[in-house]
């Protein structure tokens, strides 16, 4: 009689019988982050171009950033120690004010990352990364005048893509605040997943459930931002009518998966 084995069970691929070589463990995903960044207001009309219905713009307030972020999954702490070049990336990001349904949410149009694990979870709850090359400045506590964040410290940061800049960042430091610029609400993705002829085509709008927020000191001061378009990048749409300062802070949180809000009609 043939023996019948047991269909393989893992949360992403690669498929083997461990599940040791997926790419993506299964949720909760413990992030700890630190960050600097610019909020913007855009030229509302030309960011309608990059926010799909049944999302709508509120004012064209968004935020820009580059982040150093340190990440593991909630079963495998071990990977600290044993892989920790597996537990850290880079990232930059443009986030938007949004609305849906009369709530505020806040919706990424863009983010890049400089690893595929952090790429590919962020496909599978909707944030649309690409890869890129990103550096930030960084405080070392016996480096004179960069042993932490104070008044008067300029920090700075940028992404590349195929060797292009796409995105500098520069900020000044001034004083200590309360509020820190994002999220301006929860955070609301597309997930996108087209079926390759035969198949389920996915596009739904989701939103990230998380948890466990905490949050650092919250530094602010100028800001300068510079984004530049490229062949696969609409960066030149985000037309900036004002800044309102720059930030530096750290914050930590835990996702969990996404709440699917509704399924979107597909044209294409």
């Known amino acids: ?5 047991p269909y393989y069970n893992t949360f992403s691929l690669p498929i083997t019988k461990s599940g040791k070589s997926q790419i993506v463990p299964p949720p909760p995903w413990i992030y700890a982050i630190e960050m600097i960044g610019v909020k ?9 171009d990059l926010v799909p219905p049944p999302l709508e713009i509120v004012d064209g307030e968004g935020f820009v950033y580059i982040a150093k972020i340190f990440t593991v999954s909630g079963n495998r702490w071990e990977m600290l120690y044993e892989d920790p070049e597996e537990t850290k990336y880079m990232e930059a990001a443009i986030a ?38 990103i550096s930030i400045s ?11 964040p104070s008044s008067g410290v300029r920090m700075g940061g940028y ?9 500098r960042v520069k900020i000044t430091l001034k004083e200590k605040v309360s509020q820190y610029p994002i999220p301006f609400g929860p955070i609301v993705q597309f997930r996108r997943f087209p079926a390759v002829q035969d198949g389920t085509d996915v596009y739904e709008l989701g939103q990230i459930i998380s948890s466990d927020f905490r949050v650092g000191e ?7 931002v ?14 900036i009518n004002r800044i309102e300062g720059g930030y530096y ?8 998966g996404t709440k699917i809000l509704t399924k979107v009609p597909n044209n294409y």
């Open 138 to 148: 960084e405080f070392h506590k016996l480096l004179d005048g960069y042993s932490g």
């Open 1 to 5: 009689m043939e023996e019948i084995r």
């Open 226 to 239: 510079i984004l530049n378009g490229s062949v696969n990048e609409e960066l030149e749409v985000l037309k």
């Open 218 to 224: 919250v530094w602010r001061g100028e800001g300068e």
């Open 159 to 167: 992404a590349l893509r195929n060797g292009k800049e796409i995105i």
């Open 249 to 256: 802070f750290n914050w930590s949180f835990k996702q969990l």
């Open 96 to 133: 938007l004010k949004v609305k849906y349904n009369d709530n505020i949410f806040t919706y990424f149009p863009f983010m890049w990352v400089d690893k595929d694990l952090p790429l590919l979870r962020g496909w599978l709850l909707g944030y649309p990364k690409k890869l890129a090359y």
């Open 40 to 48: 913007a207001y855009f030229d509302p009309v030309k960011v309608l």
